[in-house]
């Protein structure tokens, strides 16, 4: 059985390295070529032992996806990757003047079946690896020119119920001797799964956090989105304050608007007096059509909304995303690979 090495932090190579009869600085070596120089080819590593080349290549996995298909759009390409058990996800790169904003995908798939959400139609396939998250990224870096200056988990699957795979990523991008990101710079966006969030704030990671909200009340909630059930409004607005008081960055509360769901005068103004001093940030995103029910309000009532809610707002921040790619299917809630 082969070792998979991309994804292991330096601990990891250190005791495989060390393992296996070699020097223990030679895991740094690894470490430094896989990462901060995006290299998997191992005849590349010129200060690597010849010894140790030939260990790699009878023994180690380097890179964990395979390109498929590239879709270019203006400045929004969507790249589907195969991995090594012949599952597809999807990434996005979304590049806005000196803005490159990438969206990685943490699982094939998604339980939490958001009904607007056409990776949720997919239901749960699996769990991606570290390895796998990271080379979604390293594909890009290695690929765009563009230097990427945003890295969101806002792709595939649901990134709390993958969390330590997500957060090992998340950290060897963080990391100074690895892909060198900043933590600011790096958000994990959740359905709300009360318990990895609280968990998040317990291991102190300071990684930007974002919280699909989409309606301000429990009552449309629950239709568009059944883990409300379980973790209703009024527990995410309680974990939401432990995290402001624990983090410079404060939560943003993300709110698809979909027409006739949530996107009434009343939804702008319960939801105002919902997000009344909490001092999060909240991102209103127009729907992006996924060929089910749903739809996107027309241009005026988008306005509308957004008018009352700048109106009556206290306390909390106000962003508007019209989300780059949709005429790919590369937008919010609109990846997908059940057709492949």
């Known amino acids: 059985m082969k070792y998979t090495i991309k994804g292991m932090q330096i601990e990891e190579l250190e005791k495989l390295i060390v393992t296996n009869g070699f020097s223990k600085f030679r895991a740094s070596q690894i470490y430094n070529w896989l990462y901060k120089n995006c290299e998997d080819k191992i005849e590349l590593m010129e200060n690597l032992s010849t010894d140790l080349k030939v260990f790699l290549k009878d023994n180690s996995i380097l890179s964990t996806l395979e390109l498929s298909k590239k879709v270019e759009f203006e400045n929004t390409t969507k790249f589907l990757f195969k991995t090594k058990n012949n599952q597809f996800i999807e990434t996005v790169s979304m590049i806005d003047d000196d803005k490159h904003t990438i969206c990685l995908s ?50 595939m699957g649901e990134p ?7 957060i090992k990523s998340a950290d060897i991008m963080n990391d100074a001797l690895g892909l060198n990101f900043g933590y600011n710079r790096i958000t994990i966006s959740t359905a709300g799964i009360v318990p990895k969030i609280n968990q998040f704030i317990e291991d102190q990671k300071k990684y930007n956090l974002a919280i699909s909200l989409n309606a301000s ?43 006739s769901v949530n996107d009434s ?22 729907f992006n059509y996924i060929g089910n029910q749903y739809k996107r309000p027309s241009e005026d009532k988008i306005n509308n909304f957004i008018d009352i809610v700048h109106k009556n707002h206290q306390g909390f921040r106000i962003l508007v995303r019209w989300s780059k790619g949709i005429d790919i299917n590369a937008g919010c809630g609109q990846l997908s690979t059940k057709e492949i």
């Open 265 to 286: 005068e009343s939804d702008a103004i319960q939801l105002c007096e919902l997000l009344k001093n909490s001092h999060c940030k909240l991102n209103i995103i127009p």
């Open 160 to 166: 709390f119920l993958n969390y330590k795979n997500v």
């Open 106 to 155: 943490s699982q094939v798939g998604c339980s939490v079946d958001c009904d607007f959400c056409a990776t949720g139609k997919m239901g749960f396939i699996k769990n991606l690896s570290a390895g796998e998250i990271l080379d979604q990224l390293i594909y890009i870096k290695r690929n765009i020119s563009q230097p990427i200056t945003n890295i969101v988990f806002m792709g």
């Open 217 to 259: 009340n429990d009552k449309i909630r629950n239709e568009i989105m059944p883990i409300n059930k379980k973790w209703p409004i009024s527990e995410l607005l309680k974990i939401s304050k432990k995290f402001n008081k624990s983090k410079k960055n404060k939560i943003t509360f993300e709110y698809v608007l979909i027409d």
